[in-house]
């Protein structure tokens, strides 16, 4: 590939490339001139194309740098030159080091949630300010959203952007990602800015959750669900999530354009007051520290990868400070916990039954009944201490292998406690107390 990149297009010098598509090269190169890095975007000619096709081709790219040299934002990347010298053309923009934000849509590499929402809030005001100057994107995804050294979005990539109808002009066709499209936008309705909007719900429920709302085997089947079923309750990934950012994917998303935000601006007046509400986001762990806990705790041993980014998942982060109360005597349970540090006592009729330590379970009772289970002891926090929390119902949800290994660890649990109580029983009937405290608390 480095063979056939050219050294030079016009006064730049190529440096590497940087990505390549159907239609276009992207390439790092040095504008000596003005002693800057700048990306460079060379259209590519297709051989194999006809005629109409190759128009197409080169009224978007002519398109893209129109739509470029109308456009001055600190959060829309910056075009430097347009050129086209006999078949060469190519768009000079502003060169963005930090990547796409495609790479932090994968679970073990997740954005902390309130940066995801500043992302999301800094994209907003973006494509509002295009959208006041007459341009619609329609093709809003997170590999078209670039990071910048210094945590700046940048949004790119106008190549199918539209003027809107005021601006007197048209791009024909179906175009944008499928995965990303609004269902009015696969009828190949006239986009409007809730196109924009939809495709930026997406991108924020992939930022969430490390997953597309709409799995397919293909682009029919995914458009086919895209058109008529309800995409992967956001919930049912991330238990976790505050009501009002839900709230806000499932309302950016909604099929019907009528539902959705009928302006940028209240999308993010939306996010802006969940700020507020994100305050203990701000010291979240990555999603990659959360997995490294895990793989620590002796909880987890024998959990393959791909089984702890299951619980992961569905799993609830919580802190809580000495001497807090996390489970009562008597109450009904639907959960239960996992210590990941820190140290809690067990009381049951005010008796002190025991302190359990990092990778250590209690409330586990609520799963294995299979009904509604009291609580046989109180839980309170010795310590300042971190939990992860995991509904009956979302245990129920993971894969089988992964429930089977918590139906192991629960059974050796189980036997543990019995053992040492056994033991107990039997010192007690001597008159002697057990010399050694349980491995682990009674069945809560």
Not at 290 to 300: C, T
Not at 371 to 394: G, M
Request: with cysteine.
């Amino acid at each position: 590939m480095n063979m056939d990149r050219p050294q030079r297009l016009g006064k730049y010098a190529l440096l590497s490339e940087l990505g390549r598509g159907a239609t276009a090269v992207v390439y790092l190169a040095e504008d000596t001139f003005n002693n800057r890095k700048v990306a460079i975007k060379l259209q590519v000619k297709d051989e194999s194309a006809g005629p109409e096709e190759a128009r197409r081709f080169e009224k978007l790219f002519l398109n893209e740098a129109a739509m470029f040299g109308k456009l001055s934002h600190p959060n829309i990347v910056a075009v430097y030159d347009a050129v086209v010298e006999g078949e060469q053309q190519y768009i000079v923009m502003e060169w963005v080091g930090g990547g796409s934000l495609k790479k932090f849509c994968t679970e073990t590499n997740l954005l902390p949630v309130r940066q995801a929402v500043l992302v999301i809030f800094k994209a907003c005001r973006a494509l509002d300010y295009a959208f006041q100057n007459g341009v619609i994107h329609r093709d809003i995804k997170a590999a078209n959203i670039l990071l910048s050294d210094r945590d700046e979005i940048k949004i790119s990539d106008f190549g199918t952007a539209q003027i809107s109808q005021a601006m007197h002009t048209q791009i024909d066709g179906f175009v944008g990602s499928p995965a990303y499209m609004a269902p009015e936008q696969i009828n190949e309705e006239p986009p409007s800015v809730q196109t924009d909007i939809y495709s930026l719900g997406v991108t924020f429920y992939e930022l969430l959750t490390g997953r597309l709302p709409y799995q397919g085997t293909n682009t029919v089947s995914m458009i086919n669900k895209i058109l008529n079923e309800d995409p992967t309750p956001i919930r049912s990934i991330r238990p976790d999530l505050p009501e009002p950012i839900v709230k806000i994917v499932e309302k950016a998303m909604a099929k019907d354009p009528a539902k959705r935000y009928q302006a940028w601006y209240d999308m993010a007046s939306d996010l802006a007051d969940t700020f507020p509400q994100l305050e203990k986001y701000s010291f979240e762990i990555s999603s990659v520290e959360k997995f490294n806990a895990l793989r620590k705790l002796e909880f987890f041993k024998d959990f393959r990868d791909a089984e702890l980014w299951e619980v992961l998942r569905g799993a609830m982060w919580e802190n809580h400070a000495r001497e807090e109360s996390l489970l009562l005597e008597g109450d009904v349970g639907h959960a239960f916990f996992i210590i990941v540090t820190g140290q809690v006592k067990v009381m049951k009729d005010g008796q002190l039954l025991n302190v359990l330590r990092d990778g250590d379970c209690f409330g586990e009772m609520a799963y294995l009944s299979g009904d509604k289970a009291r609580r046989s002891a109180t839980i309170s926090a010795v310590s300042e201490v971190q939990l992860i929390k995991i509904q009956d119902v979302q245990l129920e949800h993971l894969s089988e292998a992964c429930q089977l290994r918590f139906n192991r660890v629960f059974l050796r649990t189980l036997i543990e406690r019995l053992t040492w109580t056994s033991d107990a029983l039997a010192q007690q009937a001597e008159n002697r107390s057990p010399t050694h405290p349980p491995p682990n608390e009674p069945l809560t």
